[in-house]
């Protein structure tokens, strides 16, 4: 067990070295010359050459790699736009989105535990079978159109939220909506299935027989032990949040990260793009590990496999 | 169990229904639409801007003065190209490297799943997205390809699990002692054997690559302009939220519906194919 951890945090570095490596590559993988890319194929030839030399694009592979590394580790990757440090535009724009996440991690929890759970305890019936067909339909509905619909009806329509930034008050509700509900569909059927089997263990017969409510066996037996999984997927969904926030933040002109990498593309500003996508695949990646490393704490037949 | 027990536990289910009866009102689209509506993708009269729906455009037209109806169309046939050609590639790729770890074991099944682990560092629409960031000029085989390069990973570990019980199980040793090689084993005995998974998660497969297209077309950095497209026609509708909302609500009932269908063939199929889950559909 203590092996196969040590194993599993070890592999972190590397994995970290893989990605940055990776996003690195981006550019060297693609065909064509980076400064067409830059400033469009019909510049003159003495500006290309000027920014070749000014980017040390004729070096050899390898010293490139070395000055990427160097630049990004003491911060001097610079946005070809604004020529400001990557590191300094993300570390503005990271608690934006971390604020996000969680509010749509809160959102999800809210509504997935409740319905999984009264989907579980309703086996069978009706509430279960719309609650599960709910989840489906849920999980179907892109968030790149339930964010614009949610627009039409509570921010034009009702005008009860603002339709885009995150200055007003309540601007942040849309957004956790937008990002939330998706996720919750998948929540749901987790509890579903956790609180369902859970239920069946010996030790609720037993709680039942000492003449406890349901809701207390619910509630404080049931849900407790069927918790393990639940926190397993939210954690794991931490992870893929952040990559969700980038079609939910450009809907909403929310100034987070993912914002930040889409108009990156656009502007063809291709270290801002390598700042950020090596930012958050850095925290999926942590996050994966943590969540691995938890699970195999909770359930110590993971790191048998 | 025999194919006709599984067409009629699948039949039972409302689910089932309605999923099929979706996919084939988009694979009709797709097929119709070139010959129902040729002039969607090439004659658009910009004088018809935004008309709300009527007879002659039943789903009104948009800003360029295109028929939504048929734009809704031709998007279909791409909708559904990307996500059969992504799923194709993805799935046979990573059946095989999947299978070759599995079998092997050792350094081999090693240096495939740390390989794995750093593509799964990569979320796989930041990958793509990335990709269609540095390519020079997208076209819809870019998107296609972006999708594939991160696509595969899911079924080289789904295959790679089972192909390592399935190594150990009765029938391979007594394949083994026949004197089989271990290639034959593993095309004739196992690969038989991880078809259902695979298949179940090629449907799961479908429904995310077609909405990964419509999300990347949708942020404007899929198919090219003027490509019909879903997610490019959320794209446009953007713009038009307040004066010609149907825009957006139409192509998003599309992608909604049709990923929609594609997770409810494979629900069922999970449930049809999984006995440990059997009795637990609805």
């Known amino acids: ?92 724009r990271l608690p934006n989105t971390g604020r996000l996440a969680l509010a749509a991690l809160l959102v999800s929890a809210l509504v997935a535990i409740p319905l999984g759970t009264l989907a579980a305890r309703k086996r069978g019936t009706w509430i279960d079978d719309s609650s599960m067909l709910v989840a489906l339909v849920g999980i179907s509905v892109p968030s790149f159109w339930l964010g614009p619909m949610l627009i039409i009806v509570f921010a034009i329509g009702l005008g ?70 639940i926190v397993t997927v939210l954690g794991l969904q931490l992870g893929a949040l952040l990559t969700g926030t980038v079609i939910t933040e450009e809907i909403f002109a929310w100034p987070g990260v993912g914002r930040e990498i889409v108009q990156a593309v656009r502007s063809r500003d291709l270290p801002m793009v390598q700042g950020s996508v090596l930012l958050l695949a850095t925290i999926w990646a942590v996050v994966n590990t943590l969540t691995d490393v938890a699970y195999a704490i909770l359930d110590p037949r993971v790191a048998l496999r | 169990m025999s194919r006709r027990t599984l067409w009629s536990r699948l039949a039972r289910r409302t689910t089932v229904r309605v999923g099929a009866l979706v996919l084939a009102l988009v694979v009709g689209a797709a097929v119709a639409g070139p010959w129902v509506a040729p002039e969607a993708a090439d004659a658009c009269l910009l004088e018809r801007e935004l008309e709300t729906p009527s007879l002659s455009h039943w789903l009104g037209t948009d800003a360029d003065g295109c028929d939504i109806a048929g734009l809704l169309a031709h998007g279909a046939g791409l909708s559904l190209q990307v996500g059969l050609v992504v799923v194709t590639v993805s799935a046979v790729l990573g059946t095989l490297l999947g ?10 099944d090693r240096l495939l799943m740390f390989v794995l682990e750093c593509f799964q560092a990569f979320p796989g629409f930041l990958v793509a997205l990335s990709i269609l960031a540095v390519a020079p000029r997208p076209s819809v085989g870019l998107v296609i390809a972006a999708l594939c390069v991160s696509g595969w990973v899911g079924y080289a570990r789904l295959v790679r699990g089972q192909a390592l019980l399935l190594r150990e199980s009765d029938y391979v040793l007594a394949a083994r002692a026949l004197g089989h090689s271990e290639g034959h084993i593993a095309i004739r005995e196992v690969l ?79 449930d049809a194919l999984d006995p440990t889950l059997r009795g637990s559909g609805n």
């Open chain 1, 160 to 229: 009860w939220f603002p339709v885009s930034g995150a200055d007003a008050p309540g601007s942040i509700v849309l957004p956790a909506l937008t990002l939330g509900l998706g996720m919750a569909s998948i929540l749901t059927r987790i509890t579903r299935a956790s609180v369902l089997e859970t239920l069946g263990q010996d030790y609720i017969r037993a709680a039942r027989a000492r003449g406890l409510s349901e809701r207390t066996v619910v509630v404080r037996h049931a849900l407790r032990t069927a918790a393990i999984p």
């Open chain 2, 99 to 108: 299978l070759l770890a599995g079998m092997r074991g050792g350094w081999v």
């Open chain 1, 1 to 92: 067990m203590s092996r196969w951890l040590l194993a599993r945090i070890a592999l972190l570095p590397l994995l970290l070295l893989a990605v940055s490596a990776g996003t690195f590559l981006l550019s060297e993988l693609v065909p064509g010359d980076p400064v067409d890319f830059m400033i469009g194929e019909n510049a003159t030839s003495e500006r290309k050459s000027e920014l070749r030399a000014a980017y040390h694009l004729d070096d050899p592979l390898g010293e490139r790699f070395v000055r990427f590394y160097a630049e990004l580790l003491s911060g001097e990757l610079r946005s070809l736009h604004t020529r400001r440090p990557v590191i300094e535009i993300l570390a503005e």
């Open chain 2, 192 to 270: 038989p054997n991880l078809v259902s998974p695979v298949i179940v998660q090629a449907t799961f497969g479908l429904a995310g690559a077609i909405l990964a297209e419509a999300g990347l077309s949708f942020l404007g950095l899929g198919v090219p302009p003027g490509t019909p497209s879903w997610g490019a026609m959320l794209h446009q509708g953007r713009s038009y939220l307040l004066v010609a909302p149907w825009l957006s609500i139409v192509p998003g009932v599309a992608i909604a519906a049709t990923v929609m269908a594609f997770n409810f063939l494979g629900d069922a199929l999970r």
